[in-house]
């Protein structure tokens, strides 16, 4: 099965003859979740506008073959406004010559409960002229909120297939790809709808009126969680309490967890060192291996709670509510709701934010949030402050009745929001025109439960990247870091000429590593690390992280492993300065850890972030003042961070 695929362009090699269909829709019309009922591709649904604007494509099998169905991004119209209902526009015409195929048909899926506002975007679909077919999503919950509907009739008057669809029930999705077989047989309507306002509404109302439509009464139960939850005040304090818990749930859940795959590593690193004889094969499986690659593995627990969390709360419908409230605070930086969109994509990856700012309409906006959207705290930044702040802070230390862990860490995802906030405003009044304002529509969805299968889907995506990243990026980080950390070699003459003994693991391990090549780059970063408190062997982490976050874990790890194989964890905690004016003083002090902290909360340490920058702007130009203001902020903040908490400690 085919996977889906990012950017304008890419397509499915799929056999002559293979139908291909697109489904069009407005935002939370229930497109995606169709699309994966369909394809088993898994996309990812979101219910807020601006997630789906890249091409995701994937197969879906029908009774006598396949078919490709691509999911278009969600869009009120088909007079575009932004980048992503561009896209849509230019698939729909056939005149168009960029290389993108023209489906051979349209599923159009039209919600149940809106069905006027459905219907207008139907009107500009049929004038696409290709075989059309009608999905009709949310039908139980017309029916819930007292609203009806004569499917038949609704079919008789637009001429057109009309299959209902309804969210875990099988029938209507079986119907679906019946359909799919024969695309030729479609009926189309008799005569094509009008596109002038005045003239469609009339339309409409016939169409309406024919299908015996009563309209749904307010949802209640919504209307009522509403007034509350978007409330100027109480929605923005319960929305900071909710991320408050949030960061509360990571530590206390998973944590019990991280030690139970913590010591898993531990015990598979000393089988290793004790069954493999040949010194150097032991020592990369131990130390590069399980300690480094291990060491970042631990904290799949926490991304997959992470992930689980941001799953519920957009399966639920509070993430266009956070949107909605955040469209203040956005205009405040000069900035519109959709760009909150983009910014919210990014605390699980920088990436899809970047990608999410094409359903910004200016080319300024668009350019001031992807500066922006990498100081969100992603999941790559998760094992780096879980690490160090349990380095800091006991996990018994309480703020109250809350641990104060969680509280530290809230505290970090509040000034990387608040930074990016300033970033996108600096960046929004930096050259350019002011752009005129674009209408912003915000769907709010009904309060729903979410489907079990869409989180797990969700959760199951980020542990299964998170876990491709380890193995892939930072496991050739980590092979580079093992041969530079054990190279040159020393003979146990030259151990004794040191004064180590050379029976001494522990010893022998500590010289070889402190006079490494990994320690002679450390060294040769200095002065540019020193002020900020870091010794080699931090120098060497925050290097390696330049690639991946997590790189600097794994790092951490396989120090941690070569000096002190069976207690990691406290080796860490142990370690002294080797030299320099620090030497002999413990490494990890409050100070350094408040000085990493801060740097890791400011620095563009993600390569693929890069990359997708330079895509997105057709230029290396961005990438470079991202990558350049990031650093300095992050070095100047992490300065600032260690001489205020060594003058308080």
């Known amino acids: 099965m085919s996977g889906h695929h990012h950017g304008g362009s890419a397509t499915i090699d799929a056999p002559a003859g293979t139908a291909r269909l697109a489904l069009v829709g407005s935002p939370n019309s229930g497109k995606t979740t169709l699309f994966n009922a369909l394809t088993g591709l898994k996309a990812k649904t979101g219910n807020y506008p601006g997630v789906t604007v890249a091409r995701y494509e994937g197969e879906a099998r029908i009774p006598d073959g396949r078919a490709v169905i691509e999911d278009l991004p969600g869009t009120y119209s088909l007079d ?21 195929p023209t489906p051979d048909g349209l599923i159009a899926v039209m919600d149940a409960t809106a069905l006027r506002r459905s219907l207008g975007l139907l009107t500009h679909i049929l004038h696409a002229d290709l075989p059309t077919v009608v999905v009709l999503t949310f039908t139980d919950e017309l029916a819930r909120r007292g609203g009806s509907i004569d499917i038949a009739a609704l079919s008789a008057a637009l001429g057109l297939t009309v299959i209902p669809v309804t969210a875990g029930e099988r029938s209507g999705v079986d119907d679906l790809r019946a359909a799919l077989v024969d695309i030729d047989s479609w009926s189309s309507p008799p005569v094509l709808p009008p596109t002038e306002p005045s003239e469609t509404t009339g339309w409409i109302d016939t169409v309406l009126a024919s299908a015996n439509y009563s309209v749904p009464d307010i949802d209640e139960r919504t209307r009522k969680i509403d007034a509350v939850l978007l409330h100027p005040v109480w929605g923005t304090i319960i929305f900071f309490a909710t991320m408050f818990l949030f960061f509360q749930t990571i530590f206390t859940v998973a944590a019990p967890l991280q030690g139970y795959v913590e010591e898993f590593f531990v015990w598979l690193g000393t089988l290793a060192r004790e069954h493999i004889s040949n010194p150097w094969l032991a020592s990369f499986v131990g130390d590069a291996l399980l300690g480094g690659v291990g060491g970042v593995l631990v904290f799949v627990p926490q991304i997959a709670l992470l992930f689980v969390l941001i799953a519920l709360l957009e399966g639920v419908g509070y993430m266009s509510r956070a949107a909605f409230l955040m469209d203040r605070v956005m205009a405040s930086a000069g900035l519109e709701g959709r760009a909150f969109v983009s910014l919210l994509s990014s605390f699980a990856c920088a990436i899809p934010g970047i990608m999410a700012t094409r359903s910004l309409p200016s080319a300024k906006d668009r350019v001031a949030t992807m500066m922006a959207a990498p100081l969100m705290t992603c999941s790559a930044r998760l094992p780096v402050y879980i690490l160090l702040i349990g380095m800091l802070v006991p996990s018994s230390a309480r703020v109250g009745p809350f641990g ?21 405003w600096v960046f929004s009044k930096i050259g350019g025109r002011k752009r005129d304002a674009m209408p912003f529509y915000m769907e709010m969805p009904s309060y729903r439960l979410p489907k079990v299968s869409t989180v797990a889907i969700s959760v199951w995506d980020a542990c299964k990247a998170f876990v491709r990243k380890v193995a892939s990026i930072i496991l050739l980080t980590t092979i580079v870091l093992w041969a530079l950390l054990s190279f040159p070699t020393h003979s146990d003459a030259d151990l004794r000429q040191a004064g180590v003994d050379p029976t001494d693991d522990v010893a022998s391990s500590a010289y ?106 057709g230029t290396w130009r961005w990438p470079l003042i991202a990558w350049s203001y990031m650093f300095v902020l992050a070095w100047v903040m992490a300065f600032i961070a260690y001489r205020v908490t060594s003058l308080l400690t």
């Open 512 to 617: 070889v590593i402190d006079n490494s090549y990994a320690a002679g780059i450390g060294h040769a970063l200095s002065p540019v690390f020193e002020p900020l408190g870091y010794d080699w062997r931090i120098n060497v982490g925050v290097v390696s992280s330049l690639a991946a976050r997590e790189v600097f874990v794994a790092t951490l790890g396989q120090v941690a492993a070569a000096e002190d194989p069976e207690n990691p964890s406290t080796a860490l905690a142990s370690m002294t300065v080797s030299s320099g004016p620090r030497a002999g003083e413990q490494l990890f002090t409050p100070a350094v850890i408040a000085s990493l902290l801060v740097f890791f909360v400011y620095a563009l340490q993600c390569m693929s972030t890069v990359g997708v920058l330079r895509r997105e702007t």
């Open 80 to 100: 575009p406004i932004s980048p992503d209902e561009v896209i849509v526009t230019k698939v729909l015409d056939r005149e168009h010559t960029d290389g993108t």
């Open 404 to 424: 104060a862990q969680g509280v530290v860490m809230f505290g970090l995802y509040l000034l990387g929001a608040m930074s990016a906030m300033t970033a996108a």
